[in-house]
């Protein structure tokens, strides 16, 4: 049997893995300036088209659930409008719409006491949203809708001078 220099295997295993270092190192490199660079086509293109890019965003959030984002849209009348710009399943939550059921003391139970009492028409808009917050999973989707709301309001903001406002009052209130 032939000696086998311990040192020299070490080293040989040491080369190896550096060398496996740098090409990680590169690979990703590679993936990173992809990423960065189409992030960077789409915010080029969220400026060119910041409507588009809204709905879609939009889209994004609502799309988990299309009939509850509806049902919410029909049922606040009027003040729809402001509700499109809010995560949907936020709202659901904070209705009081939870895993568990409805919440007590929450505007959803006062509305179920005072309307339906303890029997809840089936396929009615509040129906909808009682199966909504017993199915919801929350942390994920509501993280969803949160940036693609959050998405909305900074390419909107964008647009209509939000930011560029909050900049110049800034710098007179330094001044």
């Given at each position: 049997?032939?000696?086998i220099d311990g040192s020299k295997v070490?080293?040989?295993i040491l080369s190896a893995l550096?060398?496996?270092g740098h090409l990680l190192a590169k690979v990703w490199g590679t993936i990173l300036s992809s990423v960065l660079s189409a992030l960077t086509d789409v915010n080029d293109w969220s400026i060119i088209h910041p409507y588009a890019t809204a709905g879609?965003?939009?889209?994004?959030s609502a799309s988990t659930n299309l009939g509850i984002f509806l049902t919410l849209l029909q049922l606040t009348g009027t003040i729809a409008v402001f509700?499109?710009?809010l995560p949907v399943r936020l709202i659901v939550w904070c209705f009081g719409f939870r895993s568990q059921g409805v919440a007590q003391g929450?505007?959803?139970s006062q509305y179920q006491s005072s309307y339906y009492g303890s029997t809840v028409p089936q396929g009615s808009g509040f129906s909808h949203l009682q199966s909504l917050g017993a199915t919801m999973w929350t942390v994920p989707l509501t993280?969803?809708?949160l940036l693609s709301y959050a998405g909305v309001a900074i390419v909107l903001g964008r647009e209509w001078g939000w930011w560029l406002q909050a900049l110049v009052l800034n710098c007179i209130e330094c001044s």
């Open positions: 049997m032939k000696n070490w080293a040989d550096r060398q496996a879609a965003l939009i889209f994004i509700l499109c710009l929450s505007l959803a993280l969803i809708s």
